[in-house]
């Protein structure tokens, strides 16, 4: 399942780096952005997985090397129209679904940024 983001107005590029901050401290999901998929290249083993996301996302703090292997999703194609997406690693409740809206709300809040948000399979 994934919840997909449309950002509108600026500043796009400090909201995509505050939802992928957010997102470090949720692993119930992974993500992908318009930012990520241009500069994330596309590794075939764990190893370099790894390396890329402590590289990626080094600037943010700490991340556990379990974490810096799931946080990117696989399926980059799938982004579509969107700016962001979170993938579900399962199905969310109800309340996970309130709760990342809330989330969002809180980082974008200061920024000013409006967006969208679609879940779906």
């Known amino acids: 399942m994934f919840s997909?983001?449309?950002l509108y107005g600026p500043p796009v590029s400090q909201a995509i780096k505050a939802l992928e901050?957010?997102?470090i401290d949720m692993p119930e999901v992974c993500i992908m952005d318009?930012?990520?998929a241009q500069s994330y290249p596309t590794f075939d083993n764990r190893i370099s997985r790894v390396?890329?996301?402590q590289?990626?996302?080094g600037f943010m703090g700490n991340m556990s090397v379990e974490r810096c292997d799931k946080i990117v999703s696989k399926k980059g194609e799938m982004l579509?129209?969107?700016d962001?997406?979170?993938e579900w690693f399962k199905e969310p409740s109800f309340e996970q679904l309130n709760n990342l809206i809330q989330k969002i709300d809180e980082v974008l809040s200061p920024l000013?940024?409006?967006y969208t948000i679609t879940t779906k399979k």
């Open 34 to 36: 318009t930012l990520l």
């Open 21 to 23: 901050k957010m997102a």
């Open 80 to 82: 579509g129209d969107h």
């Open 112 to 114: 000013g940024c409006r």
């Open 84 to 86: 962001f997406f979170f």
């Open 4 to 6: 997909y983001i449309k």
């Open 55 to 57: 590289s990626y996302f």
């Open 51 to 53: 390396e890329g996301a």
